[in-house]
């Protein structure tokens, strides 16, 4: 089992729906985790593009970068710039990647469309992590 951390800047929607994601299609092989550098709550639009393909991300929660858990993992994934360049330091052992994914948050219109940003940033994950587990 790999154990994999995803991070973000507010653990809020990217690093929560990749790891709702890595649960789900790496099942018996992947441990998933996430975090962010200044965590706040799961965003409901990420919640409910979730639910759309049967993945159900409401309980779990927001949380803040644990240095000590990071030396635990196998992969650190960041998902936006701001996490790439302010995660703490990993040790040598620790794989480092990187998936620019553009931040759903920042959409603007109406709901219809920034829905289908968080579903933009919700199918590029998956498709990461497909690729990521030789999918």
């Known amino acids: 089992m790999i ?3 995803f991070l973000c800047t507010g653990n809020s ?5 990749a790891e709702g994601l890595a649960r789900e299609l790496g099942k018996g092989k992947i441990e998933a985790y996430s975090a962010g550098l200044a965590p706040s709550q799961v965003n409901p639009y990420a919640v409910r593009v979730m639910q759309e393909i049967g993945i159900d991300i409401s309980r779990q929660t927001s949380k803040a970068i644990n240095q000590d858990l990071i030396l635990k993992m196998d992969v650190v994934i960041t998902l936006c710039g701001h996490a790439e360049v302010l995660c703490p330091m990993t040790p040598p052992q620790v794989k480092r990647l990187h998936w620019p994914i553009d931040d759903p948050i920042l959409a603007t219109g109406t709901e219809n469309e920034v829905l289908l940003e968080f579903r933009r940033a919700r199918d590029q994950i998956r498709e990461n992590l497909r690729s990521f587990m030789g999918k």
């Open 3 to 5: 154990r994999v951390m």
């Open 13 to 17: 929607c990217r690093s929560q729906m």
